[in-house]
């Protein structure tokens, strides 16, 4: 064989292993823009429904800003954001033909990148600075905790001490304060009137409480997250000043172990208020101290990849042949960039929305506190008054 013929069968090797790469990018594509279409058409289905439907609205929003998995969430955003720019590349919509304007963009993208060193220093601020104190301040604040726990260890039938873990320690609290409210039942039994109606409509609403907190609980060792969302559809100032208008009203006519058992019921839903802000406090110290820890691990990632693109851009266009496999490719080096983004936004609606649906850890409920999605009060006879 000469070496015309070996250049020549050199030539037909290298051609036809183009051609089988160029088909194997077609055919991905192609399986890709099919997978596309098929979660595009789920999609404007689900966004049809949401639209609609008032009820979907609320789970949709609740999913959203509470109780949707936030990596799940994430995934959703990083891949509308590789998918809507791959299909945008095969419509030339965006492209990269020129290698200066990719090596621009994702230089721009690296600036942006830095912006999350300030955030991540705040972030660690903020949950730091919870930690100094000293010795005798730290056995105060156990101690407080500790005589906090006794106030539901007290009111118990059965539990002498109750659990150190979150979603045990509130299922014991509600217990106590369904006991309480069975109490509150049997002590007006010979009561009659407006008195009795007003004091079953205030148990029945106690009860419809409990009964939303305890469905949220298995009895295991629950993440806080799935403790403090059941806890924040429910006023729990509103109900102390119910109870204390009952006691006010119907004074006269209500006996002597009526009005202590709806004194009782007073002090445990400020108990309650109390323990939701305690749960507060070490979620968002939980969670902020993770959000930093995500924010430089995507972000060094996120820096990585953009580094290489433009290293891969320095000398001009790679993979010149094969621009579906270029746009893909390309495509997914975006969504990587996105990621830490996409990582900050999923978490800190969460953070935003617990910090704001609690704010309140008095006697007072601003504004949309509690809204329409998170709300499980029943409609009550009026207490204010005739």
Known sequence: MTDEDERHSTESATDGGDRRLSIRAF?????????????????VAVAASVVTDAEHRSRAR?????EGDRWRLVA??????GGGTFLLSLVDAVGVAEGSFVATTFGAAISGLFSFVPIVIAVNQLTVSRLFGSPEQFRQQVQDVDAFRREFEDDHPTESVSPTEPAKFLALAVEVVANQADALERSVETVDGDARGVVDAYVAVVREQVTHVSEHLDGSHQPLIEVLPPMMGDSYSRNVNDARRIRDRFSGELPVDARDR??????????????????KALYLTQELSYLSRLIGYTGVGAFVVATLVIM??????????????????????????????????????????????TAAPGPFTPERETPDYATHRSETPPIHGD
């Not at 609740?62 to 509470?66: E, G, P, V």
């Not at 309650?272 to 305690?278: E, G, I, K, P, S």
Request: hydrophobic share 65%.
């Open 27 to 43: 055919l991905w594509a192609v399986r890709f823009l099919w997978l596309v279409v098929r979660l595009g058409a789920a999609g």
């Open 312 to 357: 891969a851009f320095a000398n001009g266009q790679p993979l010149g042949g094969h621009p579906i496999l270029l746009d893909g490719l390309l495509s997914a080096a975006f969504a990587a960039i996105f990621l830490p983004f996409a990582v900050l936004l999923s978490f800190i609606l969460r953070v935003a929305t617990i910090a704001k649906r």
């Open 62 to 66: 609740r999913w959203l800003l509470l």
């Open 76 to 81: 959703l955003m990083v891949a509308g954001v």
């Open 262 to 279: 709806l004194e009782d019921l007073e002090e445990s839903f400020v108990a309650l208020a109390v323990l939701r802000q305690y749960f």
